[in-house]
């Protein structure tokens, strides 16, 4: 297998930034403040470490949001 160039690893890793950005807009989150945005997520990972079904429901929640883009 061969190694990513250093250009080859800043675009992909500029394209999964820009992916989760988008990830944001699409919870219809843009216009927060960045620290709001970062402790929705630290909150996020603490959940979902407590609660096993917690996962599964925010995965569940998602793929319905998803699938609404291909109605």
Request: zero cysteines; proline letters at 0%.
């Amino acid at each position: 297998m061969r190694r990513l160039s250093s250009a080859e690893a800043r675009r992909k890793d500029t394209r999964e930034k820009i992916e989760l950005g988008g990830l944001i807009v699409k919870a219809g989150l843009r216009y927060e403040k960045r620290a709001l945005l970062l402790g929705l997520l630290i909150d996020a990972v603490r959940r979902l470490e407590q609660d096993a079904g917690e996962r599964s429901r925010l995965t569940s929640l998602g793929a319905e949001a998803f699938g609404r883009d291909h109605e």
